[in-house]
């Protein structure tokens, strides 16, 4: 019940740092589709700016409720997951982007962009909205996002 020993502390640090993936290892998983591969501190920031939008509810989250806001006109930009398979479940979400002219890009892990919404659960695709309370961070990923090289 007392205090736990320093050894037990540290090697329980390291059994947390080696559970975490790297960028690199997760590169590794990516689907043929994604493209633009967000960079690894693009990843970071857009994964800081979707916490934020959860907290203020400005999120639209899994490939049904993307879809149907992308459809009935609502604006702000997309992170999909790179690492989900079958590929046939969000493929069609780019294509639906390009044509309402909103911003996308893939991350590496779809484990990591369901945390970044506060849930537990992976998630596949989010849309995230502008809001006033992280204007600074959206506006830059939105830039960074829209300079990225559109796939062929």
Do not use: W
């Not at 043929?32 to 916490?51: C, H, N």
């Not at 639209?60 to 398979?85: C, H, N, P, S, W």
């Not at 961070?137 to 830039?143: D, L």
């Amino acid at each position: 019940m007392g205090k736990t020993p320093k050894k037990e502390k540290e090697v329980k640090e390291e059994e947390a740092e080696s559970t975490e993936r790297s960028y690199e290892s997760l590169i590794t998983l990516i689907n043929a589709i994604s493209s633009p591969l967000a960079g690894r501190k693009l990843t970071k920031r857009l994964y800081k700016t979707v916490k934020k939008a959860s907290k203020q509810k400005m999120v639209r989250r899994g490939v049904k409720e993307v879809q149907k806001f992308i459809r009935k006109g609502e604006k702000g930009f997309v992170v999909l997951a790179g690492d989900v398979t079958p590929i046939d479940v969000y493929c069609h979400i780019p294509l639906m982007c390009e044509e309402a002219e909103i911003p996308y890009a893939y991350v590496p892990s779809k484990q990591d962009l369901g945390s970044a919404t506060g849930a537990k659960r992976p998630t596949a695709c989010v849309l995230v909205k502008q809001s006033e309370d992280y204007k600074d961070n959206y506006i830059e990923c939105e830039s960074e996002l829209k300079d990225l090289p559109l796939p062929i």
